[in-house]
C-alpha cells in the first residue's frame, strides 16, 4: 500500500472507533438505518455533539436539524471554514458513508484545540440532517436550507407513512417556520471541504489512498406509477390484461438498455411496489422510482426527456394508466479548482500521491456549491462498496486522510491562500 506513514496516529484510531460506534446507532437492529428526524437520527446528533465540545467546539442544532461544531478562530468575523457531510444513511448502510467527512471533521479540529491551536479563521464541522433523501422523496434537505436554496414546498412531501418532511420535523424538535434562520449570509462561507470513501473501485485498483475530486455528476430522480386491472391470475387470458408489474418490467429494461448506450450515462431502477402483491392477483398498480446521472447535463436531460417520452408510449401500449413525477434535478458539479490545488499540496507534502477523478455518488458538496467553493477528498474503500454494509475502509488510508485535511486547513491559514 502507497504513502501509509510509519506511525499511526492516535487521530485515526480514534476516528475508526467512532465511525465504528456511531454505525451502531440505528433504527433497524442488525443493520443500519437512520433516516432523518427519527430517534436515531437524535440519538446521533447527541453522541456527534458530544465528540464535538470534547474538541473545544460550540454546538447547535439548527432548524432543520443540522448539527454544527463551531471551532473559534482568532478572527471570529473571518468567513467560515465549514467540513462536514451527512448524519443520515441509506437502508442497510455502511458505516462510511457521511460519517466519515462529519468524525473526520471533529477529529481534525480536535488535534487543532489538543495543540492550543488556533486559524485566523473560524472552522465549523456540519452533520447534514438528510443527504441520501430515503425517508423522503427529496434530498439535500439540511445543506440546500444552509446555501438558503431549499424551495419550502418540500416541507409537505410526505413519507411512504404519509409523514411530511414539516411534520417530522416538528416532531423532531425543530422549526420548519424557520428556515431562513439556517441559511449561512452570503459571504460567510470560505469553503466547503467534504472527505468522504469514494463509494467506487477506482483508487483501490490503482493502489492510490486517496484521490482529489474533480467533479461530481449531475442527477434525476423521477417517481413513476402505472395502474393497471387488478384481477385473478388464473381465470384473465393474457390478451385481456392490463398487468402494471409488467409494464413495469419493461420500463426497468429499457432504462437499462437506454443507459448502456451512451458511455458517460448510469440509470437505475432501484424501488418496485406492486399492488396488491398477492401471488395469485395480476398487479394493478406498480411503483418504481428512476435514478439517472451523467458528468453531462446535456447527456442526462437527453436520456431523461427520451426516457419519459418511451415510458408513456409504453403505457400506453399496455392500456396503463401512467404518471412521471420529476423529484429532484441537480446539475453537475465541478469543484472549485484552488481547493483542489490546495488539497494537492497538502497530499504531497504528506507524501501521498496525487490522484484526480470525478465523483459517480452525489454529494452535499453539489449543494454547497451555490454559496461557496467545494472540494472533495475520497478515501480508498475495499471493492468500492457502499451502499452496503460491506462498506470498509482501512485505518491507515483514515490516517492519511486526517493528516492531508489537517494540512488543508493550515495551508488555507497561510496568507497567500485565497481559494
Ligand atoms: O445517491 C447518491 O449518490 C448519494 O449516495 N446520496
Ligand atoms: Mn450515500
Ligand atoms: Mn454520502
Given at each position: 500500500m502507497t504513502g501509509s506513514p510509519p506511525d499511526i496516529s492516535s487521530d485515526a484510531r480514534t476516528l475508526m472507533a467512532r465511525l465504528d460506534e456511531l454505525g451502531r446507532v440505528s433504527t433497524d437492529p442488525g443493520r443500519l438505518n437512520r433516516q432523518p428526524y427519527t430517534a436515531a437520527h437524535r440519538q446521533a446528533i447527541e453522541l456527534v455533539a458530544g465528540w464535538m465540545q470534547a474538541?473545544?467546539?460550540?454546538?447547535?442544532?439548527?432548524?432543520?436539524?443540522?448539527?454544527i461544531g463551531r471551532y473559534e478562530g482568532e478572527d471570529p468575523a473571518a468567513p467560515v471554514?465549514?467540513?462536514?457531510?451527512?448524519?443520515d444513511t441509506v437502508v442497510d448502510a455502511g458505516r462510511y458513508d457521511g460519517a466519515l467527512g462529519v468524525l473526520a471533521g471533529v477529529q481534525v479540529v480536535a488535534a487543532l484545540h489538543d495543540g492550543g491551536e488556533r486559524l485566523p479563521f473560524p472552522v465549523e464541522v456540519v452533520a447534514f440532517c438528510?443527504?441520501?433523501?430515503?425517508?423522503?422523496?427529496?434530498?439535500?434537505?439540511?445543506?440546500?436550507?444552509?446555501?438558503?436554496?431549499?424551495?419550502?414546498g418540500v416541507l409537505e412531501l410526505p413519507d411512504g407513512a404519509g409523514v411530511t418532511v414539516g411534520a417530522a420535523l416538528r416532531a423532531f424538535g425543530g422549526d420548519p417556520d424557520a428556515l431562513a434562520s439556517v441559511a449561512y449570509p452570503p459571504g460567510s462561507l470560505r469553503a466547503f471541504l467534504e472527505v468522504h470513501i469514494e463509494?467506487?473501485?477506482?483508487?483501490?485498483?490503482?493502489?492510490?489512498?486517496l484521490g482529489i475530486v474533480t467533479a461530481i455528476q449531475g442527477q434525476s430522480r423521477l417517481a413513476v406509477v402505472l395502474d393497471g386491472m387488478a384481477g385473478h391470475a388464473g381465470t384473465v387470458p393474457m390478451g385481456h390484461r392490463r398487468d402494471a408489474l409488467a409494464g413495469a418490467a419493461e420500463i426497468a429494461l429499457l432504462v437499462e438498455r437506454r443507459c448502456s448506450a451512451a458511455p458517460d450515462l448510469v440509470g437505475t431502477v432501484g424501488r418496485l411496489e406492486v399492488l396488491p402483491g398477492a401471488v395469485n392477483v395480476i398487479p394493478?398498480?406498480?411503483?418504481?422510482?428512476?435514478?439517472?446521472?451523467?458528468?453531462?447535463?446535456?447527456?442526462?436531460?437527453?436520456?431523461?426527456a427520451e426516457l419519459v417520452q418511451a415510458?408513456?408510449?409504453?403505457?400506453?401500449a399496455r392500456g396503463l394508466g401512467c404518471t412521471v413525477a420529476?423529484?429532484?434535478?441537480?446539475?453537475?458539479?465541478?469543484?472549485?479548482?484552488?481547493?483542489?490545488?490546495?488539497?494537492?499540496?497538502?497530499?504531497?507534502?504528506?507524501?501521498?500521491?496525487?490522484?484526480?477523478l470525478p465523483s459517480g455518488a452525489g454529494h452535499d458538496a453539489m449543494a454547497m456549491a451555490a454559496i461557496c467553493p467545494t472540494a472533495m477528498l475520497f478515501v480508498r474503500c475495499g471493492g468500492g462498496i457502499s451502499h452496503n454494509p460491506l462498506e470498509s475502509m482501512t485505518l491507515p488510508d483514515a490516517d492519511l486522510a486526517l493528516r492531508v485535511l489537517l494540512r488543508a486547513l493550515r495551508l488555507l491559514a497561510l496568507p497567500k491562500a485565497k481559494p
Amino acid at each position: 500500500m502507497t504513502g501509509s506513514p510509519p506511525d499511526i496516529s492516535s487521530d485515526a484510531r480514534t476516528l475508526m472507533a467512532r465511525l465504528d460506534e456511531l454505525g451502531r446507532v440505528s433504527t433497524d437492529p442488525g443493520r443500519l438505518n437512520r433516516q432523518p428526524y427519527t430517534a436515531a437520527h437524535r440519538q446521533a446528533i447527541e453522541l456527534v455533539a458530544g465528540w464535538m465540545q470534547a474538541a473545544g467546539m460550540a454546538t447547535r442544532v439548527d432548524a432543520i436539524g443540522n448539527l454544527i461544531g463551531r471551532y473559534e478562530g482568532e478572527d471570529p468575523a473571518a468567513p467560515v471554514v465549514l467540513i462536514g457531510s451527512h448524519l443520515d444513511t441509506v437502508v442497510d448502510a455502511g458505516r462510511y458513508d457521511g460519517a466519515l467527512g462529519v468524525l473526520a471533521g471533529v477529529q481534525v479540529v480536535a488535534a487543532l484545540h489538543d495543540g492550543g491551536e488556533r486559524l485566523p479563521f473560524p472552522v465549523e464541522v456540519v452533520a447534514f440532517c438528510d443527504e441520501e433523501g430515503v425517508r423522503f422523496p427529496t434530498t439535500f434537505l439540511g445543506s440546500k436550507a444552509i446555501c438558503g436554496t431549499l424551495d419550502p414546498g418540500v416541507l409537505e412531501l410526505p413519507d411512504g407513512a404519509g409523514v411530511t418532511v414539516g411534520a417530522a420535523l416538528r416532531a423532531f424538535g425543530g422549526d420548519p417556520d424557520a428556515l431562513a434562520s439556517v441559511a449561512y449570509p452570503p459571504g460567510s462561507l470560505r469553503a466547503f471541504l467534504e472527505v468522504h470513501i469514494e463509494q467506487g473501485p477506482v483508487l483501490e485498483a490503482e493502489d492510490r489512498p486517496l484521490g482529489i475530486v474533480t467533479a461530481i455528476q449531475g442527477q434525476s430522480r423521477l417517481a413513476v406509477v402505472l395502474d393497471g386491472m387488478a384481477g385473478h391470475a388464473g381465470t384473465v387470458p393474457m390478451g385481456h390484461r392490463r398487468d402494471a408489474l409488467a409494464g413495469a418490467a419493461e420500463i426497468a429494461l429499457l432504462v437499462e438498455r437506454r443507459c448502456s448506450a451512451a458511455p458517460d450515462l448510469v440509470g437505475t431502477v432501484g424501488r418496485l411496489e406492486v399492488l396488491p402483491g398477492a401471488v395469485n392477483v395480476i398487479p394493478g398498480r406498480a411503483m418504481l422510482t428512476l435514478d439517472i446521472r451523467s458528468p453531462s447535463d446535456l447527456v442526462r436531460g437527453q436520456a431523461v426527456a427520451e426516457l419519459v417520452q418511451a415510458i408513456h408510449g409504453i403505457a400506453a401500449a399496455r392500456g396503463l394508466g401512467c404518471t412521471v413525477a420529476r423529484e429532484h434535478d441537480q446539475p453537475a458539479n465541478v469543484c472549485a479548482p484552488r481547493l483542489q490545488r490546495v488539497l494537492a499540496q497538502a497530499m504531497r507534502a504528506e507524501g501521498v500521491p496525487v490522484k484526480y477523478l470525478p465523483s459517480g455518488a452525489g454529494h452535499d458538496a453539489m449543494a454547497m456549491a451555490a454559496i461557496c467553493p467545494t472540494a472533495m477528498l475520497f478515501v480508498r474503500c475495499g471493492g468500492g462498496i457502499s451502499h452496503n454494509p460491506l462498506e470498509s475502509m482501512t485505518l491507515p488510508d483514515a490516517d492519511l486522510a486526517l493528516r492531508v485535511l489537517l494540512r488543508a486547513l493550515r495551508l488555507l491559514a497561510l496568507p497567500k491562500a485565497k481559494p
